[in-house]
């Protein structure tokens, strides 16, 4: 007799939270979203600028870019799973989209609030789509394990939480991080480790069998990494000052990037068994280099430090799925799906610890009149570079424990019974929310029997 | 003894048609076709303006999400049959490569025909996307019934048919319509449907079994979904004038997409077997949101007002994925393969009608100088606003209308012997017109007996 | 007791050959690689110029477009082999990104070395990206018969001769190549097949049974053929003079591939079995229209002009996979895995060719003031049109000399005993160098038997 309340449960919990979350926002929009002066018609200055001068011109192709990422990018990445892809590609599209809805509103109200109103134009669109970035990396941590009406929660905390972090580094602190190393991936990581941490799963043995990879899973995986890597630069250049700073911030993560890599083929090649390659750190590890250069790619990091930083942080990510994703689990109970650990966490961190060191070092002859645009407050003599170098780290404790407590807060949540969890036995498979046709042409693979979806406890 | 002649008729049918249509275009190219101002090294005026102001740098970046849409979303969209993925993605590219030219000609002769010569450039260039993209919805009417012969002969009528429709509405009648609601999504569905019952086949349930997907060609129609979606804010805001109008129209395309999202995930859940979701739907609904803004999203429609139409449409597009398809067939006897009446039809008409709305609502405060750029006619006391909403109400049914009678001539046409239809039992097989290897690698699947090529009454 | 050897050899060649080449890319960025006027906060003049006139602006969008081929298009395009895949994008991948580094500083040394410095900045990247696509296409002849640390070593000497012989046509010779039919195109397919010749496996046969697509292979490698069709008007004018110039290449690469596209349909129904459609033509020589105009896409080509060169490469194109790649193996023992003198060969001698004849052609009415931005030395009095068709011409041979020469060396090299190439039984198969999950969830494919890999005489 579970039966019946379960499919009743499973059956409105999704909508209903679809259908109040899209109302609320909804209706927050229409009292508070309006267009920038850039987008509305009566607000751009006609008379005095020519159409050619719309930051629309200088933003919208980076922000396309960092849209693949987010949708393309994350959702292939994690459809490496031999049973969950439909759920990778679409809890992505769902969660991101509710996201950029809701970020809109909580970044809107903390950073461009003016007269009552939420100004939207292509930069609020960019930093919502920051937003869904780390919400999808904390899905990362918890891939497999979790359903969609628990991710929408997560999400709507995530979100709000995501913004009043970076309320408090890049308003309150005077913290730079373009690229995000800590507001995103450190933040979106720890977030997600913790979360997953308080919903740790004892018998998650059951799926064992699921949890593993085919091998077009994996060629579709590499569908998401080749697009995060190859735009992985217009993500960490989208916010930052036009001009020069773009230009700088594409070229340190593209030579991160490359650098990190080489250091992933060679450290896989070097602990794989008879020295054969694993898919897993080519999928991830070598994209820590974009990570690591979150914060610091805007500054004078010098093409030699992009690629020291990319070449230790492909190393440090390889090892980390290596060695420390296997004691993760066993000995701190966290069970990382993705390992967005070893490809957020620790290169995020790293990435905040280097951006201490370049800041540390900005000289007035370095920087010239650039100054101004990189660090406001050194060149406005309010700081010393020492004493950024200081502020800048201080925001990376600010993010680990906000990401902490709100990953903590969050798990309590998503134990919520009514949230549809799956069943241990159950875990990274698609068949549990999705109607899934069979794998082949004379194959029709019937949906789960009841009892298999009862299960759990 | 009906095999060779049927053989020799598939073996010169396409080839010919191909190499005929190709003469007849460079010809017409040789004649008539020339760089326009902006791209020919005699014509730019070198003294008088930077390069940095040519056309090409505010439109190319738009042009190449459009033509990523045409090309690889459309086709991989269409890749979600088990057996028909080389054709879904290989006559996308033959009949949209077939299309950029001949509606290169033909737009050309009606928009662009100056001193004797069609004059191209990236907004040429774009258009002919356009209409290719036209073309391919129609393409999705008909999936798996058609033979590539059929669907050139399809192309060369629709060309033409789009561009006059689009020079009714544009020029004659002065109808907005930047994103093509009604230029592009209704004729283009409407045109495809009406053509799809023309050519209706009683006896298509012998290929029934082949009419569904897979497990992974259910993924890489994902991969055209998430490219359609994400790059539609490009598409709808290509055409549209420089500078807040772009930017406007990404904002409201990206709005509308994510409420579009949301109602498709709750309604597909809501009315999915034991709340599961599906993937047509997901796949298809989620992006009727940048459908339904295509006329509007130039205007004044407002971030709420992008939500609101998002969501209707994502709602309505569901539902009919769900309870107005299968009607569709058993009543009216139109075999919509991949429901372009959902994600096109409906929700192409709707946007017309939204833009209905929002054009009779403009006012000179809301839009203040940028009235000139988005109602023109308005802005000179040509037109007041509830008249433009006529001529928009107008516009549609002209367009319903040429649509209509376009896909009946058009499935006339198609009936032709010499097309080479594949037989009832064939449809949804890519080995009717391809060399096919088998789906693993100690398989090697033979190409069909004649027999089975020969069913065809 | 040859098992641990060759063991060990794998374990060792590849790691090491990666942090040793990382390592000394590192060392020469260190002391020689500085960021140029463009993107050096100290250096860019602030007080003259808007940041909107950073050359990042007008290169970027078309810089991405190349990185796409690149990583994704090659990749992929590559990943037909059934068995191949994580090699075909995974050593793309690693190839790619080391060429970037290297390329960086032969073509900084070669073409940007000021005050002892190498500048980078938007340009170095796009030239860089260049020569990985000529490294990748040489990686297409050697395909599935060569391992990563060979390939490393391959790009370790292609990538400088790259550098020289662009040098010597570019930069000795006033040559014109934007697009790179020859520098690019010739140069990577003929330094590639003569390597492959050089690399002869005569029992190549055992892996025969490998060297097939499956089903999925084949869509796989349609989204590598998708995004190079779509942005090879990138590719071709990313490093043409800003303006009209960008601007014409563009059109002339779109209307070239719609007409290669068409010709390689016709052409490939025209000479398959009873008919139908071979997947190999319509992955590759759809294509050959892009690389036919590499050279002359910036020249007065026309759009006709530009149609006709692409209908030629694509026919020329699928009659060589057709009839003449069985001849290249049997006759001229060259194993050209992925037809890369189809694809880029062929055409791109013709493109060469094309670029003589247009050059020869040019007057100053037709180029008006523009013939100092497309042949400055025609422009200065210094060459007449035919003496720059005669230097076109003998670039060509140039290429073709350097591409062989080098093709021979790096042959020998590539045969040195400890760089662990796939024994012949195989080839073409990514358990060699790869952990391999199984095809299926119920299946685990195990390594290879020792005894498997150590068949290599």
Known sequence: MAGPPRRARRR????????????????????????DREADPALWPRGNHSSAHNEFYFRYPSFQDVHTMVFLGFGFLMAFLQRYGFSSVGFTFLLAAFALQWSTLTQGFLHAFHGGHIHVGVESMINADFCAGAVLISFGAV?????????LLMALLEVALFGINEFVLLSLLGVKDAGGSMTIHTFGAYFGLVLSRVLYRPELEKSKHRQGSIYHSDLFAMIGTIFLWIFWPSFNSAPTPLGDGQHRTVLNTYYSLTASTLSTFALSALVGRDGRLDMVHVQNAALAGGVVVGTASEMMLTPFGALAAGFLAGTVSTMGYKFFTPILESKFKVQDTCGVHNLHGMPGVLGALVGVLVAGLATHEAYGDGLQSVFPLIAAGQRSATSQAMYQLFGMFVTLTLASVGGAVGGCILKLPFLDAPPDSQCYEDRVYWEVPGEHEDEAQGPLKEEELDTQA
């Not at 409105?12 to 267009?35: G, H, K, S, W």
């Not at 891939?143 to 991710?151: D, N, S």
């Open 12 to 35: 409105l919990a999704l909508p209903l939270l679809c259908l109040l979350l899209q109302a609320a926002t909804a209706v927050l929009f229409a009292v508070f979203v309006r267009y």
């Open 143 to 151: 891939l497999g394990k979790t359903g969609p009406a628990q991710l």
